[in-house]
């Protein structure tokens, strides 16, 4: 199974040109805010927030990297939705 924005990051890797569609406003969100953490964040973090769900950690680097990187409707969903 995999998580939200995967099956992009898959074909990014492999250098392709990807144009990816989604209904679910949640899944947009946390592919923009992961590829954000991508750019701007230590491995070492991303891996804490993203495969250990360090939520602690994620609102951090949110409030203080990741926010202004996302559109303004991911970073309405995060700013609704980063404490549940």
Do not use: C
């Not at 998580?3 to 392709?16: K, Q, R, S, T």
């Not at 992961?34 to 951090?60: C, G, H, T, W, Y």
């Amino acid at each position: 199974m995999s998580a939200p924005g995967d099956n992009v990051f898959d074909y990014l890797i492999e250098v392709a040109r990807v144009t990816a569609v989604d209904f679910n406003g949640a899944q947009i969100a946390l592919t923009e805010v992961k590829a954000a953490a991508v750019r701007l964040i230590s491995f070492e973090d991303f891996f804490q927030i993203f495969a250990k769900n360090d939520m602690q950690l994620f609102r951090q680097h949110y409030a203080q990297t990741l926010r202004n990187e996302l559109s303004r409707p991911s970073a309405a969903f995060w700013d609704k939705n980063i404490n549940k």
